[in-house]
């Protein structure tokens, strides 16, 4: 085969000639023999130089660049099980994250709420009981917003834990 631009020409397999008619354009994925008129792609090629069917030709080189064949091995199977294995854990940290965001969403709603509370408070209200509760909530409040801030993975799971206990 000779390269010419981005075009290999040589002679055709399909039938017998001296000079070159036969045309492969690796831009397209095509050829051409322009002595018998023949062309296509591949698989084509491929079915009309060995006798096949165009299912069989797409078959064959399929399994000679190993895409077929092989899901039947060890190897193949593995890898799926670490494929599936991966996606699972990318389920769960995407329902966790949403989880996360929920609580951080609903805690930071319930602390404006008691600071907006506690803000409009008189002097009458210091002594009641429901003051004294809106200031344990509010505290409540902030160590769980602080929990879910953190790092730590476990204080995260407390916090979104007790932010359900709270709300549920």
């Known amino acids: 085969?000779?390269?010419?631009g981005h075009k290999y020409w040589a002679c055709c397999p399909?039938?017998?000639?001296?000079?070159?008619?036969?045309?492969?354009?690796?831009?397209?994925d095509r050829w051409k023999c322009?002595?018998?008129?023949?062309?296509?792609?591949?698989?084509?090629?491929?079915?009309?130089?060995?006798?096949?069917?165009?299912?069989?030709?797409?078959?064959?080189?399929?399994?000679?660049?190993?895409?077929?064949?092989?899901?039947?091995?060890?190897?193949?199977?593995?890898?799926?099980?670490?494929?599936?294995?991966?996606?699972?854990?990318?389920?769960?940290?995407?329902?966790?994250?949403?989880?996360?965001?929920?609580?951080?969403n609903g805690l930071r709603n319930m602390m404006k709420i008691c600071k907006h509370k506690l803000s409009a408070l008189t002097s009458e209200d210091i002594d009641k009981s429901e003051t004294a509760e809106l200031i344990e909530l509010y505290g409540s409040l902030d160590i769980l917003f602080d929990m879910l801030l953190d790092e730590d993975l476990k204080n995260q799971v407390w916090a979104v834990a007790q932010y359900g206990k709270l709300v549920g």
Not at 1 to 4: N, P, T
Not at 14 to 28: C, G
Not at 55 to 78: P, R
Request: aromatic share 6%; charged share 30%.
């Open 14 to 28: 399909l039938h017998s000639e001296k000079t070159p008619s036969f045309m492969i354009d690796l831009t397209k």
């Open 1 to 4: 085969m000779k390269l010419k």
């Open 34 to 104: 322009f002595g018998c008129q023949e062309g296509g792609d591949s698989i084509d090629l491929v079915a009309k130089v060995l006798g096949l069917g165009i299912a069989d030709a797409a078959k064959l080189i399929a399994e000679d660049l190993g895409l077929i064949g092989v899901e039947n091995s060890a190897e193949w199977q593995e890898r799926r099980s670490r494929w599936n294995e991966k996606e699972k854990q990318r389920v769960l940290v995407q329902e966790y994250e949403k989880t996360v965001c929920q609580s951080y």
